[in-house]
Every structure is written in C-alpha cells, then in structure tokens.
C-alpha cells in the first residue's frame, strides 16, 4: 500500500512539472541548414536534426512549437527570451554561459572556407592570409564569432548578410571572394539554385577544435523542471 501511495505521489508530482509549464509552449527555434534543419512544403520545419529533436520533446511530454528563422534571429530569441529553445548549436567557451546546454545533438561537423574554384589567385596558407579577402557571412553564426575572435573585422574583411543563401549567391555573383559552411550543406545549397559542387572549391579549413558539442539551448529563462524533463529523455 505504501508503495502504491510512493508511485501514485511521483505521478503526480510529474504530472504537476509538466503542467506547469505546459500553458506556456516550449519556443523552439532553428535555421535552415539542411539536411538538418529546413522547411517542408507545408510549411513545417524537417531534417535530421529536427525529426531528434521532435522525438525528444514527445517522448518528454513536453509541449512546444518548431519555427524556422535566420540564425541572428533565432540566436538573439534563445539569448534573450524566457523559454526558448535553440538548435543545432555549437558550444563554444564564448557561449558557455549564455545558454542551459543538452549535449551532443548532432557529431561537429567541419566547415570549411570556400571560393569559386576558377579563383586561381587564392592561395591560403593560415588564417591570417584569409584577411586579403572578403569572406561573406551571417551574424552570430560559429564561423563569424570564431573569425571576430582572430581580429576579422565587419565591412573590412567580412560581408554580413542575413543568412546563408544570400552567402552564396554572393559568393557566385563574384560580389564575395569566399564563404563558410560545411561540405553537406554546401553542396545540396548549390544543387538547390542549380549548380554542381564541383564549382566551388574549399581553401581553408575553420578550427572546430574549440568546440565541445553541435547541441541544443535552452535560454537561460526556461524553467530547470523543464529542462531535466527533457534531460531525462535524452540520457536513456
């Protein structure tokens, strides 16, 4: 009987921690970066990311909606709002204690520095070579925090633009010397405005190796009892 009394108040309590964030959906924020993240023709947002992240919500009871933004936007979302949650995300030392982490989502993929490959005059050796150039890129992304902290600078060496695939039209309009992204992504990019991969070609490779995790954020404003909910389910 005790037992049965145990069980039922561990029921309720659960049911109590669900309930009282669940008048208040979960934010769910993310980019288009396929195949990890992008939107559906119904409007939805898909990808390999996304489908985890949707499986671990569910299984946690949590309810949330998945929106599909630019990344400053979303970044600026989960930094500054009260329960939201941002993925794919690199945890770097910079953003440690800006975000509640759940870790890993995803491996660290690499990204690389890519120029049109019939710019033979670009020759990189280091990263200090990169600043010759224009590198086309989107606020807040790994790839324009991790070029602020070598001393790269807006409007001199990099080019802002709201998000990644006026990047790359940049990049094949000539109006950009180069741009950062991962191989995967790239090329389905390319294939999406109907160019092969082979028109592109990588010249220099970003350091990941400062990167603890690709994981999910919670704002610092999203309840813990929700979080450990969601933590519960990701470590089984």
């Known amino acids: 009987m005790l037992k049965s009394g145990a069980f039922l108040l561990m029921c309720c309590l659960h049911f109590i921690s ?12 993310t980019e288009d970066w ?3 993240s992008y939107l559906l023709p119904d409007g939805s947002v898909g990808g390999i990311a996304t489908d985890k992240v949707r499986s671990l919500l569910d299984k946690a009871g949590i309810e949330y909606r998945i929106n599909l933004y630019p990344w400053v936007r979303a970044y600026k979302m989960a930094l500054t709002q009260k329960n939201v ?17 759940l870790c890993p989502l995803l491996p660290t993929h690499s990204m690389y520095v890519y120029a049109l490959s019939e710019r033979k005059d670009i020759n990189i050796d280091t990263l200090e070579d990169l600043k010759q150039y224009i590198i086309g890129i989107t606020k807040e992304e790994y790839g324009y925090q991790y070029l602020l902290g070598h001393g790269f600078v807006e409007s001199k060496h990099l080019d802002i633009t709201p998000n990644y695939d006026i990047n790359l039209r940049k990049l094949m309009e000539k109006r950009v010397d180069m741009i950062i992204e991962s191989s995967h992504t790239m090329k389905i990019r390319l294939q999406s405005i109907g160019y092969k991969f082979d028109r592109v070609t990588p010249v220099f490779e970003v350091d990941t190796g400062a990167v603890a995790d690709n ?4 704002s610092l404003g999203t309840p813990a009892e929700l979080i450990e909910q969601v933590r519960k389910v990701f470590h089984r």
């Open 18 to 29: 669900v309930a009282a964030y669940a008048g208040e959906p979960l934010e769910v924020v």
């Open 34 to 36: 396929p195949p990890y």
């Open 85 to 101: 949650m941002i993925y794919s995300i690199y945890r770097t030392r910079e953003r440690e204690d800006k975000f509640q982490w």
């Open 215 to 218: 994981c999910m954020a919670f």
